[in-house]
């Protein structure tokens, strides 16, 4: 399994932008699909954005669709996820999680992060 950690979080105004990393141990994550997911207080963790292994497919919740770019560097074992027109329903804990195998979180049993808090002010 590989280890993965977050970071990149922070606080930032409404309309502002963000870039999370998830850095990667482990020969394997290049054959790992991503996945990003958010969890905010009092509510379920969700699925926010995914990658596949190679980069070619990428996946959105319709929240974050047109906002929310996710990609991979295999070279790097790391994997981003830009965030733009940061909205305040988007402050969240973020996490990274590989491989991803689905949308929902409990069915994806592969390793997580710590997670990383982004607050977005308005």
């Known amino acids: 399994q590989v280890q993965l950690r977050e970071s990149g979080g922070g606080l930032v105004q409404a309309g502002g932008s963000l870039t999370l990393t998830c850095a990667a141990s482990?020969?394997?994550?290049?054959?790992?699909?991503v996945g990003w997911f958010r969890q905010a207080p009092g509510q379920e963790r969700e699925f926010v954005a995914a990658i596949t292994y190679s980069g070619e497919s990428t996946y959105y919740a319709d929240s974050v669709k047109g906002r929310f770019i996710c990609s991979k560097d295999n070279a790097k074992n790391m994997a981003y996820l830009q965030m733009t027109s940061l909205k305040p329903e988007d402050t969240a804990v973020y996490y990274c999680?590989?491989?991803?195998?689905?949308?929902?979180?409990?069915?994806?049993?592969?390793?997580w992060g710590q997670g990383t808090q982004v607050t977005v002010s308005s």
């Open positions: 999680n590989a491989p991803w195998t689905g949308y929902t979180p409990r069915l994806n049993v592969g390793s």
């Open positions: 482990g020969r394997t994550f290049r054959s790992y699909a």
